[in-house]
């Protein structure tokens, strides 16, 4: 294009008007114009965040519903997925392997379903935070809203999910002489504890998957590690009492052996506290309010960057 | 001050040197092969990856824009359009410069929130929080809405499943879901209007509603009809680049005599 006509756009989007002279950022100040996109305070965005509660939960439960939509059973999956997964693992760890060891049949069924149940929870709020960003750029460049609600919507999401699975649970307990007594109640302030702790691994997991989509093949292999090391499937300090106490100790207080521990405790009679790490309920709640809160403000610091393609 | 000698002159968008970049993965060197995409990451250069192909999209727009205007974007497809509008939104993040609002710009577009496999009565509901209003407001206007898509004018659609819409009928939907909110900076792109005649021509209706309603109007078209109907100021985008900014009927005339109309 010639030179020309160029010069004249110039000289025509400076009009001279009132405010000529004036810089763009001068001018944009003298009217009280602020920078579009631009990353709010913390506090602000958790008060927008708030603000979008409604599209939070509604976009957590669209999303669940829509996902066994066009299944002739339809929401009837949502229990039979978790029931069909529990039968598997009793069939290959219960039958096959037979990794019981130290427990009755009676304390294991419900401790390897609750196990698998409980990590399927994180396990999938990190898969879903992955995609969280990367997989919804149609979203965040077409409509304003706090990024995080993206994540906090699929964790909810999850949440949900496993509350589905808790009536499998239930069954599954009762079936093997676990009934339902006041103990089951702590079930509800571990599953909160993990609530915010997946929220906030969600949180980190979207923003790094916004720079890096290829962690979306990588996760899976890193969460199968975490679960074999948690001790989904077996009792961690009976399977390591030959080796150094610190592998057990280590292994014991990751949190997704906390949470485990903690929902098997409230729910299965033959578990009991000996089988708990010390202070466990406090390493519950520190794990949850650190990574919540890492999670939180990490992925808010990239908030006016979500998008680029 | 100097405000008194123009005291319609209000700016509300101002775009200071505005570039946008683009960053696509796994589209440089032209080979998708795995060892291809290998060596990129072992030569990784200092600074930028070679796996990445960037795309300058928009490169030094800068402009303000005023209260009570209706600006048109014109330009050939892929010449930054609907990216600067993006920007201008603050959904894009500029590369390097700035862009000045006042209030919340939004662009009229909801489509990607909406969710096929829900039914067009979820969907309302879900793109109505979507674009930040509360559940009371969507209560109110829902009948509206669905009146307005004329979805239910042939039987009970609203409780199916969108999937199960025709592509009109879908684009009525979203259309009528998009236009239920009021802006103070709304952005339009184009083709919003589809559909049957008589829809389109309830919606044309409906966008000049809006644009009463709103301090300033952006409209991306390529029909310059609509642009002479609506605008009276017009960007003319080419590879990225402001290539004129004026009256309507100036740069429209530049802009078809350049194009071989």
Redesign the interface.
């Known amino acids: 294009m010639s030179d020309t006509t160029h010069d004249g756009a110039v000289a025509l989007s400076t009009p001279p008007y009132a405010d000529d002279g004036l810089s763009s950022a001068e001018l944009a100040a003298k009217h009280g114009l602020t920078v579009s996109g631009a990353r709010p305070g913390l506090f602000e965005y958790i008060r927008q965040l708030w603000g979008r509660r409604h599209f939070i939960m509604a976009f957590s439960r669209a999303k669940l519903t829509a996902q066994y939509s066009q299944a002739k059973l339809g929401q009837l999956w949502q229990v039979a997925t978790p029931l069909l997964n529990a039968l598997v693992y009793y069939l290959i760890f219960g039958l096959i392997l037979g990794t019981r060891k130290g427990m009755t049949q009676e304390v294991f069924i419900p401790f390897l379903v609750t196990g698998v149940f409980v990590f399927t929870f994180t396990q999938s709020s990190v898969m879903a935070g992955v995609r969280a960003i990367s997989g919804n750029l149609g979203l965040v460049r077409a409509l304003h809203f706090p990024r995080a609600s993206l994540p906090i919507s699929f964790s909810l999401q999850q949440l949900q999910q496993l509350l589905f699975s808790l009536i499998v649970l239930a069954a599954v307990a009762v079936a093997f002489g676990s009934y339902p007594s006041l103990s089951w109640l702590l079930i509800i302030p571990a599953l909160v504890m993990q609530f915010v702790f997946n929220t906030g691994l969600a949180l980190i997991m979207a923003r790094l998957g916004s720079k890096t989509p290829d962690l979306a093949q990588l996760m899976p292999f890193v969460m199968r590690t975490w679960m074999y090391a948690s001790g989904v499937m077996f009792s961690i300090p009976v399977m390591l009492k030959d080796k150094p106490d610190w592998i057990a100790n280590v292994l014991q207080y990751n949190p997704a052996a906390i949470y485990m521990d903690l929902v098997r405790f409230a729910l299965i009679d033959g578990y009991g506290a000996g089988n708990l790490p010390a202070h466990v309920w406090i390493v519950a709640l520190a794990w949850a309010v650190l990574i919540g809160l890492v999670g939180f403000v990490y992925f808010w610091k990239a908030e006016e960057r979500y998008g680029r393609g | 001050m100097?405000?008194d000698?123009?005291p319609g002159?209000?700016?509300?968008?101002?775009?200071?040197?505005v570039h946008i970049v683009?960053?696509?993965?796994g589209a440089g060197g032209g080979k998708g092969s795995a060892t291809a995409a290998l060596s990129r990451i072992l030569r990784r250069g200092k600074g930028e990856s070679r796996g990445v192909r960037k795309v300058h999209a928009v490169r030094g727009v800068?402009?303000?824009a005023y209260r009570g205007e209706a600006i048109g974007l014109i330009g050939t497809n892929g010449s930054g359009k609907s990216t600067l509008l993006?920007?201008?939104?603050?959904?894009?993040?500029t590369e390097h410069g700035?862009?000045?609002?006042?209030g919340?710009?939004?662009?009229l577009?909801?489509?990607?929130?909406l969710?096929s496999?829900?039914t067009g009565e979820?969907n309302v509901?879900?793109g109505g929080?979507?674009?930040?209003m509360?559940?009371e407001e969507i209560h109110e206007r829902y009948q509206g809405i669905v009146d307005f898509s004329g979805i239910n004018e042939k039987g009970d659609f609203i409780t199916l499943?969108m999937r199960t819409y025709s592509s009109g009928m879908a684009a009525r939907l979203r259309f009528s879901i998009a236009a239920a909110k009021n802006h103070d900076v709304l952005m339009i792109d184009e083709a919003l209007a589809t559909g049957d005649r008589k829809f389109q021509i309830r919606s044309e209706k409906r966008i000049r509603e809006l644009r009463k309603e709103a301090g300033t109007v952006f409209l991306v078209s390529h029909s310059n009809k609509s642009i002479r109907d609506t605008c009276d100021r017009v960007l003319?985008l080419?590879k990225g680049?402001?290539?004129?900014?004026?009256p309507t009927d100036e740069v429209l005339k530049?802009y078809e005599r350049e194009t071989g109309k």
């Open positions: 100097a405000d000698k123009n002159r209000v700016p509300t968008v101002i775009a200071d040197d683009y960053r696509v993965n800068s402009f303000t993006r920007a201008i939104a603050g959904l894009l993040p700035k862009v000045y609002t006042d919340q710009p939004s662009l577009g909801v489509n990607a929130a969710m496999d829900l979820r509901v879900l929080l979507a674009m930040g509360s559940r499943p003319w080419e680049e402001l290539l004129m900014d004026g530049a």
